[in-house]
């Protein structure tokens, strides 16, 4: 039987997923892991704690939140 995936779910409950952790991550791991689920939606969880919740969202939502990323509508939340 299938894991239903749910929003705040452990990400350790995720199973067969692959994790990528960004390139610009510093040495400590401040930063965010995304992987792609069966189903095409996408969860992230924070790369510190790799067994803590995990927040589910669907490829609309990141590719919004990735073009406002490079629109640079968030410079202002690392100001």
């Known amino acids: 039987m299938a894991t239903e995936v749910l929003n705040g779910m452990s990400a350790a409950d ?3 997923v692959t994790w990528t952790k960004s390139s610009y991550s510093d040495a400590i791991g401040n930063c965010v892991e995304f992987a792609v689920l069966d189903g095409g939606d996408i969860a992230m969880r924070n790369s510190r704690f790799p067994e803590g919740p995990a927040l589910i969202y669907t490829r609309a939502e990141v ?3 990735v073009a406002g990323a490079r629109d640079g509508e968030f410079d202002d939340l690392v100001h």
């Open 14 to 16: 995720l199973k067969g």
């Open 63 to 65: 590719a919004a939140f």
